[in-house]
């Protein structure tokens, strides 16, 4: 019964093909839309999640701000607030698992006839265990190298693609403000941070090299920046509260002074990261929904015209021994079967839009199983729900009055 | 052995009308045994439809009772009907009502969709129904492209698939020419001959005396019911 029943169906479907195939678009379109939103809204997800993990866990950034006495700001040529000293007593505090001093900033490369302009991290070991950065060949330097203020450097991916092509680095000597660097490492890749920018384009020294030999710092052992990882999520308040109040004390900071200093939680800033995206990509699936919705609609309107159109069809059928489940059941297979051919076009259409976006852009695109059966179900559960009334309709006609319509 | 395929009693059908309740049918008492072929007559607007839509079990009656094979119908729900009308009951209409989309084969195997028959089954027995009506090697023509006595021929032999026990047919050479009429009156003869039931309405007295009863209607009442003695039928 049910197999001639889908055959009825998929004849009625036959029938009318242009109609069909514009009902169709509407759930083509609808369920496209959700498969490609939901698609571009988890590949950010995915995206965000991925470059957090590329920053560390639980790290704070502590940057140097400026010293201000009753409201007046002493602008800049005092220098910066940190030193090395602030990060040797930082690393004294409990649940401190890593502390490094970073001065950083821009230089040029050369490399025989190359040159390239990058980031240049001046800092100690510890830095690369708080980033959990890991290098793929060679070996860091090690706390002496930062005492000696040896002539050593780590390279990043794109500095080192841009500067040796595909020689190894290793070994090569390369040379930053005329100061010749021997290169003992090469860095894992990271990708972009949450800001956009590519972790991979930098060169990192030791903190001491960095100061004498390229930025040239006025107050020796002055740093910008110091980053610290607190030894879990759950201590990180606690971290917080200490390491304000040590450096305080240190700076001999009054009641009633302000912080010489910021402290940036960057766990804080990837969560709301994560949850932007998040945000986002409800949103887009719940755009996208309106147009599953409105697809719907489609089905039921023009549903609703076959079975006025065909009210002499039902009328015979009636004649002839259909009962009122038989014509609810047509109708509501003629409905279901729109909807989810719509939803199979949809869903391809969906998928390779995706595919072509992650082909020609360099946007993250995740299709999940998951997206795509629920696309189904509501596809499915739209042509049931939308198909139940004019079904309805059809199978309640009384047969004499539905033989007698012209 | 005389058995009533059909017995009325007191039967009435009224229709709500803009103007009021319309009393179409007013109290008809009729019984019909098995193996007879019956025709009605009647002015135009006397009830015949009416009567008919009741005997085929799709309408129901306002007032009386209707004894289907000794079954009271008059009250019965609407999906007992629909069973009644696919497996006991074959309606022949004036206007065919074949769907213009399905072969003949398909259009004539319908009925055995809704009693749960396979699909090659069904082919099968269309095919062969169609054949019994002089129409095989059009099975898979559509309804269009063949002449209205043909699509007649296709409507009663959708009538015949499931072996109804009685063929109902509302003016059904109402819309032939007098020629095709015959031969259409020649297969219901033929079927009646082979035992079933047959009553139809028909507005020529030549049609109707095809029939070995004439039951004659006026105003949604009965006024005649003659037997035709074999001896003066025509000959065909
Ligand atoms: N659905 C309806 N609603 C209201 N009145 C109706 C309806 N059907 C039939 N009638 C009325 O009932 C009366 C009998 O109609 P019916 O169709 O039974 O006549 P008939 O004998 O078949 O006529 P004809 O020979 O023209 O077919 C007519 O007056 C008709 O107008
Ligand atoms: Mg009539």
């Not at chain 2, 259009?107 to 009506?133: D, F, H, T």
Request: glycine content about 10%; overall charge neutral; some cysteine.
């Amino acid at each position: 019964m049910l197999s001639a029943m889908l055959g009825e169906a998929w004849h009625a479907m036959g029938c009318n093909r242009m109609r069909t195939a514009l009902t169709m678009l509407g759930m083509v379109i609808g369920v496209g839309s959700v498969v490609l939103m939901l698609a571009i809204g988890q590949g950010a997800q995915y995206a965000v999640a991925q470059t957090i993990s590329t920053m560390g866990s639980n790290l704070y950034i502590l940057i140097s701000g400026s010293t201000s006495t009753s409201g007046v700001r002493t602008g800049s040529g005092f220098g910066p607030t940190l030193n090395v000293a602030d990060a040797e007593a930082i690393s004294e505090l409990d649940d401190i698992t890593h502390v490094a001093p970073v001065h950083q900033g821009t230089q040029q490369l050369v490399y025989g006839a190359k040159n390239w302009s990058t980031t240049v991290v001046g800092t100690t070991p510890s830095y690369l265990d708080a980033r959990a950065w890991t290098l793929t060949s060679g070996y860091a330097f090690g706390e002496s190298d930062v005492r000696s203020a040896s002539r050593v450097a780590l390279i990043g991916k794109t500095a080192a693609e841009n500067l040796f092509d595909r020689e190894d680095p290793i070994g090569k000597t390369i040379r930053i403000r005329q100061t010749p660097f021997v290169i003992i490492g090469t860095l894992a890749a990271k990708g972009q941070n949450l800001d956009g920018r590519d972790q991979d384009d930098t060169v990192i020294i030791p903190l001491t090299t960095a100061q004498r030999k390229v930025f040239g710092v006025p107050f020796a052992g002055s740093v910008r920046t110091i980053i610290l990882q607190a030894s879990s999520a759950e201590a990180m308040p606690a971290v917080e509260k200490s390491v304000t109040a040590l450096l305080r004390q240190r700076h001999r900071l009054r009641e009633d002074m302000d912080n010489d200093f910021y402290i940036r939680n960057l766990a804080a800033a990837a969560d709301s990261a994560a949850e932007t995206t998040r945000v986002m990509s409800l949103l887009l699936g719940a755009i996208a929904s309106v147009s599953l919705l409105v697809g719907g609609i489609g089905i039921m309107n023009i549903m609703l015209v076959s079975v006025t159109e065909r009210t002499r069809e039902i009328g015979i059928r009636m004649a002839i021994g259909a009962r009122q489940k038989d014509i609810l059941t047509q109708f509501l297979l003629e409905a279901i079967m729109i909807s989810i051919a719509g939803c199979l076009i949809g869903l391809l259409l969906g998928i390779g839009g995706a595919l072509l976006i992650n082909a020609i852009t360099d946007m993250v695109i995740v299709i999940s199983g998951g997206a795509v059966i629920v696309a189904f179900a509501v596809a499915a559960g739209v042509g049931v729900f939308f198909g139940f009334y004019p079904a309805r309709k059809a199978a309640a006609l009384d047969p004499i009055e539905a033989l007698r319509y012209q | 052995m005389s058995e009533a395929v059909i017995r009325v009693a007191g039967l009435g059908k009224s229709y709500l009308t803009a103007a009021g309740l319309f009393p179409a049918l007013k109290g008809v008492d009729l019984t019909i045994q098995r193996g007879e072929f019956v025709a009605i007559m009647g002015p135009s607007g006397s009830g015949k439809s009416t009567f008919m839509n009741l005997l085929g079990c799709l309408d129901t009656p306002s007032t009386g009772d209707y004894f289907l094979v000794e079954r009271n119908v008059a009250h019965m729900p609407g999906d007992e009907l629909a069973i009644l009308r696919n497996r006991t009951i074959g309606f022949v209409f004036q206007g065919f009502n074949l769907l213009p989309r399905m072969t003949l084969e398909d259009n004539v195997a319908l009925p055995l969709v809704y009693s749960g028959i396979g699909r090659e089954a069904r082919r099968g027995k269309g095919r062969q129904m169609l054949a019994r009506v002089g129409l095989d090697g059009y099975a898979q023509s559509l309804p269009a492209r063949i002449s209205g006595g043909q699509q007649q021929r296709v409507a009663i032999a959708r009538a015949l698939i499931n072996s109804p026990r009685l063929i109902l047919a509302d003016e059904p050479t109402g819309n032939l020419d007098s020629h095709t009429s015959e031969e259409i009156m020649a297969l219901f003869e033929q079927l009646n001959a082979e035992g079933i039931t047959i009553v139809l309405v028909t507005h020529e007295a030549d049609i109707a005396a095809h029939a070995r009863r004439q039951v004659r209607f006026l105003d949604g009442f009965i006024v005649s019911d003659t037997a035709t003695p074999v001896s003066e039928r025509q000959p065909c």
